[in-house]
């Protein structure tokens, strides 16, 4: 069973829809979208197997993505669990 993170990142300005555009190329990345409105820039669908899995890539990809500045994940539980 996959674990699901929903991300919401905040950017430099200017960097979204480079950031975006980075995301989509992590195979780990569901789905990734620029926001409009809000504190959020960029909002992502991660699905990972283990949560080592997430720490690492969190870690080691998202937060070195130029021009994040901050984000927060939020783990999901599926629907009917």
């Not at 995301?23 to 990972?48: I, K, M, N």
């Not at 080592?52 to 783990?75: H, M, N, P, W």
Request: aromatic share 10%.
């Amino acid at each position: 069973m996959a674990i699901r993170i929903f991300l919401t990142i905040r950017t430099e300005e200017g960097k979204a829809e480079s950031v975006h555009k980075t995301l989509t190329r992590f195979p780990e990345v569901v789905e990734s979208h620029r926001v409009l409105t809000g504190d959020y820039d960029v909002v992502a669908f991660v699905e990972v197997k283990t949560m080592d899995r997430y720490r690492a890539f969190s870690v080691d990809q998202i937060a070195t993505i130029e021009g994040v500045i901050d984000y927060t994940s939020f783990l999901t539980i599926g629907p009917g669990e």
